[in-house]
């Protein structure tokens, strides 16, 4: 029923390209020779109903390099299963050829070189152009926006989101859910989704003096499409309060609600709803906990964790479509749904190659014009890099580490933390780093740099607290970030430990000392939740920093030592 | 300089919750238990329990509480210093016998409810509630 041949025809393709890594121009020649646009495009249409899922956009507008994590660990029964494997063991399980474009997109191995053979991915232009090839095949598919896509990019903070808001329209959208699109403000939010052309949802949005579902907010919409009635129940970032800043949006509660969730689909299905699909924005280990316990689901669209899976996996009878990040991918699902049920599926997760794809004309004007009054600033170059910048891994990517070096020096201080977010798209060596690359990986409602003195005792509660939020056992205790970057310091980690004996052996690097618990450090940090915080905005500590550097080069980073993966 | 006192005084109230973490069921929460059952036997299953794995805000954490034919329901905070939260007491008349409040927890725990139902006898459910200093979903 899943279809396995769709997305190995894409690697098939590929084999050709082993050993052309390294050739810059000429392994770029080769890989649009080799891999054209009718075939990533390449659809069998099946049933009677395409969904189109696009998830985490993170303001990215135009093409990027984007560097799947080499760290992903699962614990408790997810350990050692999707979206929980990386390089090889991801491509065995798969099937998918080493040195291989699909290789490229999914899995991290060698990706400087493989960077520049087959360039970069994403930009809304390709997607529209991908979009629009899907709804020429089915003109009546729908298109679903799992969320965070108001936020993330020099453009989108300046515009309050506008930008993404102005070009996501054009790709017309039946429904979108939510989780950084809050930090713009509630007030902002709430006069973007007044405005919004499409159905604005999530089950799970909750008016917080009342506790009752937020009147902006539906639960749900009903579509017709190809004679079947299809509800699609919306479900926002459960911890939004608590891995954001809740004083920006405190008339609204989240909560993963699964209770509530059950009473929706039993709704949508005595309304007479054929097909059930949920737009998730829980993360997937979330999204397949609730698939087990909620009855009922037939597809979940699944997004935040910014997992990209070449099939759907399977929990009972739901299905769980992960769609990536930052623009890189696009996935279509075609369903058959005949008397009132889910008879079989067919999908592709379709890599947004960004030479392959030629871009739509129409969206990629109206990007420029969201550009165009920022070009100058955008395009400044502040330094250069020597070394692969990469945010994604579960402890420490190159992005941070640089961050935390800037926070250190900019910020005289002895430890530097910085948030284990997940978006950012990567530079590859010998990439010119320009303010908007900085800002694509530092961008947000509240971005101030602290500086402030915390005991090692209290350091360690912080690292506890962190861990314990990305590796309890149970998902639902997950809020589906990594591990808070830290600099200045190493630390041993136990993953498969309780939250207070997770977090030994830590070590202020510059000394070689043990962190006494009881002595004071200087911390320096940014992307607190607390309200009221003081300090530079980390963008400009980042751009002085690498300014100053000229060319960044990184030694690799082994102050984190992992036990129990 | 640009040092955050505000700051670090939010995030060191945090600390002092979270260090003591976990909280288990403490001897108070036992006694209350004893004098709401008289020492009888508690089955589980019957009791429905809401209450958010993750709190927004540890001072005001919204729960309900539901058991069919229930003629009261017991609610405790088994980690707070003083456990006891409500007892909700349904008549022959209530047309449900379902309720909902709000509490505040010194830290995470197990939030229990206790029914006493029509024929004298106990059920429970119990949720672990975490209260976390957050702040680096992504």
């Known amino acids: ?565 | 300089m640009e040092f955050s006192r505000r700051e670090a005084l939010a995030m060191g109230l945090g600390a002092a919750m979270v260090t003591v973490l976990p909280f288990r069921v403490n001897a108070a929460a036992d006694d209350r238990i004893a004098a709401f059952t008289g020492g009888a036997d508690i089955a589980e299953g019957g009791v429905t329990l809401t209450a958010p794995e993750i709190a927004e805000n540890g001072n005001t954490v919204p729960v309900s509480v539901a058991a069919e034919g229930a003629t009261a329901i017991m609610v405790l905070a088994t980690g707070n210093p003083t456990p006891g939260v409500a007892t909700f007491n349904f008549g022959p008349g209530a047309a449900a016998q379902s309720a909902s409040t709000r509490i505040r927890l010194a830290g995470t725990q197990d939030v229990v409810a206790i029914a006493k139902l029509a024929d004298g006898s106990f059920a429970k459910a119990s949720a672990t509630v975490k209260v976390t200093i957050g702040g680096c979903g992504g």
């Open chain 1, 1 to 565: 029923m899943i279809s396995r041949r769709d997305f190995l025809q894409v690697s098939m393709a590929a084999s050709a390209m082993v050993g052309a890594s390294g050739f810059a121009n000429w392994a770029r020649l080769a890989a649009q020779q080799s891999l054209t646009q009718d075939q990533l495009l390449q659809f069998d249409s099946f049933g009677n109903i395409s969904l189109i899922h696009v998830t985490d956009i993170h303001g990215q507008l135009n093409p990027i390099h984007f560097r799947e994590p080499s760290v992903n660990l699962g614990v408790g029964t997810n350990k050692g299963h999707v979206p929980h494997i990386t390089g090889a063991d991801f491509r065995k399980a798969y099937g998918i050829a080493d040195g291989s474009p699909t290789a490229y997109a999914l899995t991290y191995d060698d990706f400087a070189s493989l960077a520049k053979g087959y360039g970069r991915v994403g930009g809304l232009d390709r997607m529209a152009t991908i979009i629009n090839a899907i709804r020429a095949d089915r003109p009546d598919a729908l298109l679903f926006d799992g969320g965070d896509t108001w936020h993330g990019s020099y453009t989108c903070h300046h515009t309050a989101g506008q930008d993404m808001v102005n070009v996501m329209n054009a790709l017309k959208p039946d429904a979108m859910t939510f989780h950084w699109e809050f930090t713009l403000g509630s007030e902002r939010v709430n006069e973007i989704v007044e405005g919004l052309p499409f159905a604005a949802l999530g089950q799970n949005i909750f008016d917080a003096e009342w506790d009752e579902p937020a009147e902006l907010f539906k639960p749900y919409k009903f579509f017709e499409r190809g004679g079947a009635k299809v509800a699609v129940i919306g479900q926002a970032f459960p911890y939004m309060p608590i891995a954001n800043p809740g004083w920006m949006f405190p008339e609204y509660s989240f909560g993963i609600r699964d209770e509530n969730m059950q009473a929706m689909v039993d709704e949508v299905r005595a309304a007479g709803a054929d097909l059930v699909v949920v737009l998730s924005h829980n993360g997937f280990d979330v999204d397949k906990k609730m698939a087990g316990k909620v009855q009922g689901i037939d597809v979940i669209l699944s997004g935040h964790t910014h997992d990209a899976l070449p099939e759907p996996v399977l929990v009972g009878k739901t299905h769980i479509i992960a769609s990536g990040s930052n623009g890189k991918f696009v996935s279509r699902v075609d369903l058959d749904v005949r008397d009132g049920q889910l008879m079989g599926l067919r999908h592709k997760l379709i890599p947004v190659f960004s030479d392959v794809i030629a871009p739509d004309p129409v969206v990629a004007q109206l990007i420029e014009a969201e550009r165009a009054p920022y070009k100058t600033q955008l395009e400044e170059v502040i330094g250069q890099t020597d070394t692969l910048l990469y945010r994604r891994g579960n402890f420490n990517g190159t992005w941070d580490d640089l961050i935390c070096d800037a926070l250190l020096s900019e910020r005289e201080a002895d430890i530097a933390m910085s948030p284990g977010v997940r978006w950012g798209p990567s530079l590859v060596p010998g990439d010119d780093i320009t303010r908007e690359d900085i800002w694509n990986v530092t961008s947000m409602s509240y971005g101030q740099a602290y500086r402030s003195e915390m005991t090692g005792e209290f350091i360690k509660v912080i690292l506890e607290d962190v861990a314990d939020n990305i590796f309890n056992p149970d998902p639902y205790y997950q809020q589906g970030g990594d591990m808070v970057r830290v600099g200045g310091m190493g630390y041993r980690i136990d993953i498969t430990k309780p939250q207070g004996e997770r977090i030994s052996e830590m070590t202020l690097l510059k000394s070689g000392e043990a962190i006494d618990p009881a002595k004071s450090y200087v911390v320096a940090g940014w992307a607190s939740v607390n309200e009221g915080t003081e300090g530079p905005m980390i963008w400009d500590v980042v751009e002085d920093h690498i300014r100053k550097l000229g060319t960044v080069t990184l030694n690799p980073n082994t102050s984190v030592q992992v036990a129990g993966a």
